[in-house]
């Protein structure tokens, strides 16, 4: 597998597809390239996205069944030094995501441990001259196998191989990423950690929220080299040019791949590829009503979850007031407010986060009431 390729297949046996996806890109010889003579021994992690504890058919999470199809190959092929690393997004609890997405049954199953990097020691790290706190379980893989989501994300527009690599901070850093606005430090973080291969959960992924419910079935698995690559394609499935997604250039630009399309090669191994169109409709644009400053995902989506709720029932036209969000609301007082950060303000939904149906059913009370 060369690295400006990405290889897919359709179809719904997605443990078996996985599996002969693999084998088709010879993942072995990948281990064996980057390894060498101690390959057999190597320590090999797999990143998945559990971003928050809802199964995969909802759009937000890796399906296990992929995941599985990973454990089966790479133990079939001689590899048994093997662990799964993730770490659910602020305010969502990453052992409940293990055990309500399949993943518990997954370690039991294949004698694999489950490491939590919501409770994983951290180390400095300078990240192209961002430090950034990275959580140590990531440093002792020999070989990191990322397994993200293909989705839309309310605040980036989408999320694939270098956003889910935020998953391998701790909260206190996700956090913190968010005052930073995001895109600069998901590409500073994606300079310290090298992604030796991908495997890309596109079977239905919700091309609108991070966190899922809207999905949209493709039935579809790819594997890739390059991070970069891997979203600037995901750009383009999902309706947006690479330009609109800053993360992306600015890790293209750190040297970290290359986001040109056009050096791209595209491989199926199996099934029609002609429904895998790009999409023309776009995550809804929620900026006329709300003010964010340095905003959490999870708080951010919930949300985003209510707005569209509102939206579709005619009655956000008839919000007067602006809805702040944010940590950069903490300990400031204003009108109405969502969160946390905002409980100063004369109207605030409480929560970190929030949850969508509260902000949903507050929302709607205020508005209907004409305070």
Known sequence: MKRNEIWRSYGTEHKEMTERLLAACDLKELIFAKCG?????ARIGIKPNLVCPTPASYGATTHPEIVSGILSYLK????????????SWVGDKTSEAFEY???????????????DTQKDPVVSCDCNGMKIQICKSVFEADFLINVPVLKGHCQTKITCALKNMKGIIPNTEKRR???????????SLNTQIHQDFIVIDHICGDPYFEEGGSPLTK???????DPVLT????????????SEVEY??????????????SQLKLITLEGDASDDTPLSRRIMEIDYAVDQSDSCSACYAMLTEALERLQSEGLLENLKDKICIGQGY??????????ACTGKFEYSIPGCPPDAEAIYTYLKNYITSEK
Request: proline share 2%.
């Open 231 to 242: 979203d600037a394609y995901v750009c383009s499935l999902l309706g947006f040019e690479t």
């Open 219 to 225: 039935n579809c698995i790819m594997t890739a080299l």
């Open 177 to 187: 990423f968010h005052t930073k606005g995001l895109h600069q430090p998901i590409a």
């Open 37 to 41: 003579a101690a390959s057999f021994d």
């Open 248 to 261: 992306i250039t600015l890790a293209e630009a750190a040297g970290v791949g290359c986001a040109d399309l």
């Open 76 to 87: 079939g092929a001689g590899f048994n030094n093997l662990y799964i690393l993730e770490g």
């Open 101 to 115: 997405c399949g993943y518990r049954a997954l370690s039991e199953e294949y004698s694999v441990p489950l490491i």
């Open 330 to 339: 903490k300990g400031k007082t204003g009108r109405l407010g969502v969160g």
